[in-house]
């Protein structure tokens, strides 16, 4: 029952404005010979206790019985097609062919119309498997231009990368990429191995199965390196992380935690300070051991040297707190 504002309208019964109060009721309705139960809102007028209905009052119920009954028949939502557009950089018509539609299926689906089980889990398929939207495109493909396929093969090509790396690590980046407005690769690879430092010093574990190497410039995930590296010293802006909207369930709420302090700390700095700081740690030093300023490795960092590293600082830092963590960036970068 809601009540903060006293709400008025036109009573029909009583024949003059009275307040009225919005009720929440289920109701069961039969559709396509099945019965759903959906809860919809109801204005009671206060003193006559009839139904009334207040402005916007249905359209709220219209929208709310399409989401019940998608969530119902777990069928995709327009904001879903809207995504599945976005990543394959696809027009409602060539979309739809793709799919094997007809050609204004999509559209009709963006204005409303609710699509079949059977479509809508085509759609599902192609939002989460690039594989799978690949089998489609090549199977449509003399239904859509050669451009249009192209595009949309190449944004396939470059999902799998990103489906190629570990669940958790993509929930790392997702989740940084969330707490922090600008991201360079440099400052995503440092902000990933103090992710695993953290996450060693707090819980003695690493949140992801990567590992990184000890480049010059600090320590680097190869993967995710090539990842990202088209975006070379700028924001990464990656119209490819969408297909990640609404999962990011990848991580437990403790690996969230870790993450979103480090975002807070290390995240205030730039890709360069925080390349001095790895540049001043053990991990990243004992890695480069026989090699100069400067000249190239690929020597293996190892979750132990992380491990011991970070356990060994935790001591003398608190590492669970942001003031403990930013006290030893104070301290490395002077
Ligand atoms: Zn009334």
Redo the contacts with the bound molecule.
């Keep these: 029952m809601m009540s903060e504002k006293r709400r008025i309208d036109f009573?029909?019964?009583?024949r003059?404005e009275?307040p009225?109060t919005l009720e929440k009721q289920t109701i069961v309705k039969n559709i396509k010979d099945k019965d759903y139960t959906f809860t919809l809102t109801t204005a009671v007028?206060?003193?006559?206790?009839?139904f009334?209905s207040p402005p916007g009052l249905i359209d709220k119920n219209v929208q709310e019985m399409d989401t019940q009954y998608r969530t119902y028949e777990n069928i995709v939502s327009v904001h879903d097609i809207k995504r599945l557009m976005a990543i394959y950089k696809m027009g409602q018509g060539p979309l739809s062919l793709a799919l094997g539609f007809g050609e204004v299926t999509i559209t009709r689906y963006l204005s409303g119309q609710i699509p079949s089980k059977e479509y809508s889990d085509i759609i599902r398929n192609a939002l989460i498997s690039p594989r799978f939207m690949k089998k489609m495109l090549y199977e449509n493909r003399d239904k859509i231009t050669p451009a249009a396929y192209n595009k949309a093969i190449k944004a396939a090509e470059e999902l799998e990368d990103l489906f190629a790396v570990s669940d958790k690590i993509l929930g790392v980046i997702y989740c940084l990429f969330e707490q922090l407005t600008e991201i360079t690769p440099l400052m995503l690879q440092k902000l990933l191995y103090f992710v695993q430092g953290i996450s060693y010093a707090n819980h003695n574990t690493p949140i992801f199965p990567e590992d990184c190497q000890a480049w010059t410039h600090g320590p680097v995930y190869p993967e995710i390196y090539t990842l990202f590296k088209q975006f070379r010293y700028n924001p990464i802006e990656d119209p490819r992380f969408v297909i990640f909207e609404g999962t990011d369930d990848k991580l437990t709420v403790q690996e969230r935690h870790i993450v979103e302090l480090v975002a807070n700390t290390f995240g205030e700095y730039t890709g360069k300070p925080l390349e001095r700081i790895t540049h001043q740690e053990a991990p990243w030093q004992d890695a480069r051991k026989g090699y100069g300023d400067g000249i190239p490795s690929n020597e293996l960092i190892s979750k132990q040297s992380i491990r011991d590293y970070y356990l060994e600082k935790e001591i003398l830092y608190d590492f669970s707190s942001p003031e403990g963590i930013k006290k030893y960036i104070e301290e490395m970068c002077h």
């Excluded at 009573?11 to 009583?14: A, D, I, L, Y």
Aim: net charge negative; with cysteine; charged share 20%.
């Design positions: 009573c029909t019964t009583c003059k009275t009225y007028c206060d003193e006559c206790g009839s009334m």
